[in-house]
């Protein structure tokens, strides 16, 4: 089946604009994942899924940064007044969700957003 | 907090020679989940490999298998019969047991392939 699948694959934006970026996660995957790549820091976890609710938040860096799932499945990642230092690609990804066991619990990615800040 | 830790940067091998990828993590969970994940230039994260912390066997999956120590909390990656595609980046990872954990990754090396 498809896998999951990120839009837009490349964004240039300015310095204090907002973005939006968006998941669509493997179909039946309940539980969904973004990340950070930077060069500075590495893979870095945003926020976690599970449904419709968000029990993790603990890696969103500021409050600018939001992140919605609606209907089970499109998550979309918010990012207000962008500042250089977001510039970064996010990834998704997305797993079975809360059923114990490696195959459940096995995260599959997209092919991320590489964001720029000018 | 856990932690893992890939200390080669880079690493080169020879093509169809085999490669061993190192990495350390750091837990006092007992159970849980390592992986390796491939991320070649177009930036697509791929799974390469699972090991679950609870099985004694080690991985494998075609050319890739895993050295899984859980008392030294090792975790190494070999590729054998390496071949030109093989070259990218790659990330150990590691995560808890249960639904509502993240993945905590290593800072990655890349691995060129000479022809």
């Known amino acids: 089946g498809a896998g999951v699948s990120q839009s837009p694959s490349n964004k240039v934006t300015e310095k204090g604009k907002d973005v939006e970026l968006r998941c669509d996660p493997i179909?039946?995957?309940?539980?969904l994942y973004w990340y950070r790549q930077s060069l500075g820091q590495g893979l870095e976890f945003l926020i976690y899924f599970q449904g419709n609710s968000a029990p993790d938040k603990s890696g969103l860096p500021s409050d600018r940064f939001s992140a919605e799932r609606t209907g089970g499945s499109v998550s979309t990642l918010t990012i207000q007044r962008t500042q250089q230092e977001d510039s970064a690609v996010y990834l998704c990804?997305?797993?079975?969700?809360?059923?114990?066991?490696?195959?459940?619990?096995?995260?599959?990615f997209g092919p991320g957003t590489r964001l720029l800040v000018l | 907090a856990q932690t893992v830790t890939q200390s080669q940067p880079e690493m080169s091998v020879q093509e169809a020679e085999t490669v061993t990828l190192s990495c350390t993590y750091d837990t006092s969970e007992s159970d849980y989940y390592l992986f390796w994940y491939k991320q070649p230039p177009s930036r697509q994260m791929i799974l390469v490999i699972r090991q679950e912390a609870y099985k004694q066997q080690n991985a494998t999956e075609n050319r890739f298998s895993v050295n899984f120590q859980k008392a030294a909390k090792s975790f190494s990656l070999k590729i054998s019969d390496s071949q030109l595609g093989d070259a990218a980046m790659y990330f150990c990872a590691y995560k808890r047991a249960g639904a509502n954990s993240k993945l905590t990754f290593g800072k990655g090396i890349t691995l060129s392939v000479r022809p």
């Open positions: 990804a997305s797993s079975w969700g809360p059923s114990s066991g490696g195959f459940q619990e096995t995260q599959y």
């Open positions: 179909s039946g995957h309940t539980a």
